[in-house]
């Protein structure tokens, strides 16, 4: 089966950094993306991993451990427009094409 | 903007009816995929096509169907509705990447 964990909720203030961890058990592995996603709104991409390592964009940094089927998601000077879903989705081979299979998200609440 | 166009943005039905979305995909991607939000679920794939072939298929329901028109843009046809079909459904497109796109949703509501 198809499984990606994150947790439910997290919380913190202004200039922190916080990380957000994403476990996955999927048959199939072709990369594992970093959503964003405020109330109501569209998703939007925010990074994406293939290899090992960390890959660092501005304020948001990726990391993935294929052999432990784990990632995370840091994100550095948290500022009150941060508060929103984050989405971990794991690339699957499905078919002729590919899915993403999405983990239901952790809400970060920044306060100042 | 991710340059994905979804209509209507809103929707509001009643059970048994059916239901046309409409997406068009960012110039020159091939690629269409839709997804299905609701508040205890997340974020559910349903369906690709890829330059107007079905490529893939999540857990969409058989009174759901869609297709892709020759001119890349992909309708989601909703049928026999019920009350828990109401919720946000997405669609994204890509490129040759992996990368997809999303557009802004539209919201369902069956009463």
């Known amino acids: 089966g198809q499984n990606i964990d994150q947790p439910t909720e997290m919380t913190a203030t202004e200039g922190a950094i916080v990380q957000i961890n994403c476990t996955y058990q999927t048959s199939g592995f072709n990369g594992l993306f970093w959503y964003q996603q405020h109330a109501g709104e569209a998703p939007t991409f925010l990074s994406y991993?293939?290899?090992?390592g960390l890959e660092e964009k501005g304020r948001f940094s990726s990391f993935l451990s294929r052999s432990k089927g784990y990632s995370y998601l840091l994100l550095k000077e948290l500022q009150m427009k941060d508060s929103a879903s984050y989405l971990c989705?794991?690339?699957?081979?499905?078919?002729?094409?590919?899915?993403?299979?999405f983990g239901k998200g952790t809400t970060l609440s920044v306060s100042s | 903007d991710s340059g994905v166009t979804q209509t209507p943005k809103h929707l509001i039905t009643a059970t048994g009816q059916r239901v046309t979305l409409r997406c068009s995909p960012r110039?020159?991607?091939?690629?269409v995929y839709w997804y299905q939000q609701s508040l205890d679920q997340g974020l559910q794939f349903l369906i690709q096509y890829y330059n107007g072939e079905e490529r893939a298929k999540g857990n969409i329901l058989e009174r759901f169907s869609a297709q892709q028109f020759p001119d890349l843009h992909s309708e989601l046809n909703l049928s026999s509705l019920e009350l828990g079909d109401s919720a946000l459904y997405f669609c994204?497109?890509?490129?040759?990447?992996?990368?997809?796109?999303f557009g802004p949703g539209t919201r369902l509501t069956v009463l």
């Open positions: 994204a497109s890509s490129d040759t990447t992996d990368t997809q796109y």
């Open positions: 989705a794991v690339v699957t081979p499905n078919q002729a094409g590919t899915a993403l299979i």
């Open positions: 110039s020159g991607d091939l690629s």
């Open positions: 991993n293939v290899l090992d």
